[in-house]
């Protein structure tokens, strides 16, 4: 499985966008990027996937570069809510259950 | 739907004791698995079942068992509790039937204390 290097801490303004980068220059062809978050010790939770394309649903966008060795992930309008550590996973599709958590980043938002 | 259910939410044993962990969901989940979270670090897998009767180990077994009769229940034992295995402990499910299967549910977590 590919290795994800993220920074360990960012912040960001409160209403303002949220832009969290990860790379994994070892990503294979086959493998996704998952991103989940963990508020204050709860139980992580589901943000997004995508393989190549850039993807968006109601939480974030996911913007995956052309040759794949890093994406960003948007949270477009940033609340004191969204204050949590968030982790970036690489694995490939029958991989999906088994997930690698590193140390992740620490966004905090600043009101 | 509850979702992922975990009891208790915290727990003080003694060096020795056994007890176990229980998770539980009513979403009909095929997947379902074990993590441990130490203070400051991600989490790592424990272990993991992929349906009722089948279980495999993840990257951090050692002292811990568990077993699957039913879809909804996958309980983790602690044979012989170590202050090593203090610890947050998170369950989570997926499916693999739909377009979501690639997301998990995770468990609102056990913060185990062995002293």
């Known amino acids: 499985d590919a290795k994800t290097t993220q920074p360990p801490s960012m912040d960001c303004a409160e209403g303002r966008a949220a832009n969290l980068p990860c790379n994994h220059s070892?990503?294979?062809?086959?493998?996704?990027v998952y991103w989940y978050r963990q508020i204050h010790s709860q139980g992580p939770q589901y943000i997004i996937h995508?393989?190549?394309n850039n993807e968006t649903n109601e939480m974030a966008s996911l913007i995956i570069t052309e040759d794949r060795k890093s994406s960003t992930l948007i949270l477009p309008h940033a609340t004191l809510r969204d204050t949590a550590v968030y982790y970036c996973i690489v694995r490939g599709q029958t991989g999906a259950n088994n997930l690698f958590f590193g140390t992740g980043t620490r966004l905090t938002v600043i009101p | 739907n509850a979702g992922v259910t975990q009891t208790p939410k915290f727990q003080v044993l003694k060096t020795g004791q056994s007890m176990t962990l229980q998770c539980a969901q009513d979403?009909?989940?095929?997947?379902m698995s074990w993590y441990r979270q130490d203070p400051g670090m991600g989490l790592r897998l424990i272990h993991y079942s992929v349906g009722a009767g089948i279980t495999d180990q993840g990257e951090v077994p050692n002292g811990y068992n568990v077993s699957r009769s039913t879809t909804e229940d996958f309980p983790l034992r602690l044979l012989s509790a170590a202050p090593s295995q203090t610890s947050v402990y998170f369950c989570?499910?997926?499916?693999?039937?739909?377009?979501?299967?690639?997301?998990?549910?995770f468990g609102p977590g056990t913060r185990l204390t062995v002293t």
């Open positions: 995508g393989l190549k």
């Open positions: 070892t990503i294979s062809g086959n493998e996704y």
């Open positions: 989570a499910s997926r499916t693999f039937r739909d377009r979501k299967s690639y997301e998990q549910y």
């Open positions: 979403m009909n989940h095929e997947y």
